[in-house]
């Protein structure tokens, strides 16, 4: 074939996948049951571009994260200006935020999204070019309380999609004087072991040296195995704001551990940041996360506003369920396969399935067999119920020749009865 998908994406398919999590009824039914649990905690659904001037996602995701440094599909459009797709979702609901004076609708805003995302990374195991990001953004609120709200959510969201052997990571990367202090602290304990770091830690080492916490590199993770935690340097209101999140996370009944390393990828993050991960066959795999983002808003120009939020890959959840054998929605089968013997049965079989369909009757209709038992074949292939075989015999008696395809019974039914007929066995 002439033309390939591109590299690091994916089709998803009706059936023929090569994996189970790229079936689009695996899909539909995650997405339902994410966009259910989301309204049901009041978070409403925005929908952005996916791509936006290249300077947003500088803004928001920082210069210094990997996002910016290495992994935007960035091109010049033909007016000359630098368009990325879009990286990451909090930095475009924040333009639109603005841009559309969602502010003047109320002090309190709660939105989800359920988007494409597109990073230039090295495609590997878990990670495309092309994902799919749920992730909500609570804004207005600057009290652990909505924070707690937030991590119920995404492990609610985990819960009603079977997932289990949660691990919630916690921890707070503080306000502006617990950064302050803690970069000082970093810095002093790095700078011994500078030329040791990687490269990338070298460069951030002024620019963000919080950011060295995220580095996978081997020899970075080993050095600062004895590095000083943040939370030894968090102001006395960072420290109420993290307790009192704890606190409210425990009459959650949601459990989770204090990790002092977690920073999250992006450089907007204030105090509350949070990982969760699954289980899996001989490993741990990395679901979503998110934490705090005070004072964002406000750096694009908005209000002033408080706001928490995460993201979740659905690429990831997917393969987690499949991993972790979850119980699988079954695809929807048509309750009747109508088997038109001949052409003159081919109209009234047509008006019919119309019928069954405009009373929510899943139906199906054979358009091109001229032998029953290939019409069959194909009621099987497609796990009907039921089989309703219409000839020049049952038009002239005014009935339907119905096979009952597991049990092998068969009865008639009249014409003028049968969509009520299939209404009973729904």
Known sequence: MKFQIPKGTFDILPYGADEPWK??????????????????????????????????????????????????FTFE?????????????????????????????????????????FRYDRPQAGRYRQHHQFGVEALGVAGPAQDAEVIDLLCETYRRLGLKDLTVDLNSVGDAPSRIAYREALQNFLRPH???????????FEKNPLRILDSKDPKDREILQNAPSILESLSEPAKEHFNELRHLLDKCRIHYRINDRIVRGLDYYKKTVFEVTAKIVGAQNALGGGGRYDGLIASFGGPDLPGVGFGTGIERILQTMVSQNVAMPEEMHPLVYFLPLGDEAKEPCFTLVTECRHQKIPAEIDLQSKKIQNGLQNALRLSAKVCAIIGSEELKKGVAQIKHLESRRQEEVPLDRLVDYFKELL
């Open 23 to 72: 079936l689009s009824s695996l899909w539909r039914y995650a997405e339902e049951i994410i966009r259910q649990t989301a309204l049901e905690y009041g978070y409403r659904e925005i929908r952005t571009p996916i791509y936006e001037q290249t300077e947003l996602f500088n803004r928001g995701a920082g210069e210094s994260s990997d996002i910016v440094m290495k992994e935007m």
């Open 77 to 117: 459009d033909k007016g000359g200006r630098s368009m990325s797709l879009r990286p990451e979702g909090t930095s475009s609901v924040m333009r639109a935020f603005i841009e559309n004076n969602l502010a003047q609708s109320g002090s309190i805003h709660k939105l989800f999204y359920i988007a494409p995302m």
């Open 194 to 204: 500078f030329q040791e770091l990687s490269e990338d830690s070298r460069t951030r």
